[in-house]
């Protein structure tokens, strides 16, 4: 079992910067592909970024998000991160940690294979 926690959230000018973090509960953090979602009001959650567990080094990106977004994780802190820069009113949503056991070099980038989530933490890109 994980429990995950995000934080980093909040309101923000269009181009400006925001740094999420999700704290992971457990001892194999390690071994979770991690990934970020986001989803808007009536709209399905869609996939932002992910990350390969600790040994794969393996990192994917949305097209939207690609160059402006970037994931990583801290093992020692059992934490990853999704730094934001150059939001845009677009990007406003609430964003999602996710997780799912696997030390292969498969990342997934679909809701449904993921076991674990957070209870989400809301950007605000205003224009």
């Known amino acids: 079992q994980v429990q995950l926690a995000e934080s980093g959230g909040g309101l923000v000018q269009a181009g400006g910067s925001l740094r999420l973090s999700c704290a992971a509960s457990?001892?194999?953090?390690?071994?979770?592909?991690m990934a970020w979602f986001r989803q808007t009001p009536g709209k399905e959650r869609e996939f932002v970024a992910a990350?390969?567990?600790?040994?794969?080094?393996?990192?994917y990106y949305a097209d939207s998000v690609k160059g402006r977004f970037t994931i990583s994780r801290d093992n020692a802190k059992n934490t990853v991160y999704l730094q934001m820069n150059s939001l845009k009113p677009e990007d406003s949503a609430v964003y999602y940690c996710?997780?799912?056991?696997?030390?292969?070099?498969?990342?997934?980038?679909?809701?449904?294979?993921?076991?674990?989530w957070g209870q989400g933490t809301q950007v605000t890109v205003s224009s």
């Open positions: 990350i390969s567990w600790s040994g794969g080094g393996l990192r």
């Open positions: 996710a997780a799912k056991y696997s030390s292969g070099n498969y990342v997934p980038q679909l809701r449904k294979e993921y076991n674990y």
């Open positions: 457990g001892r194999t953090f390690s071994l979770y592909t």
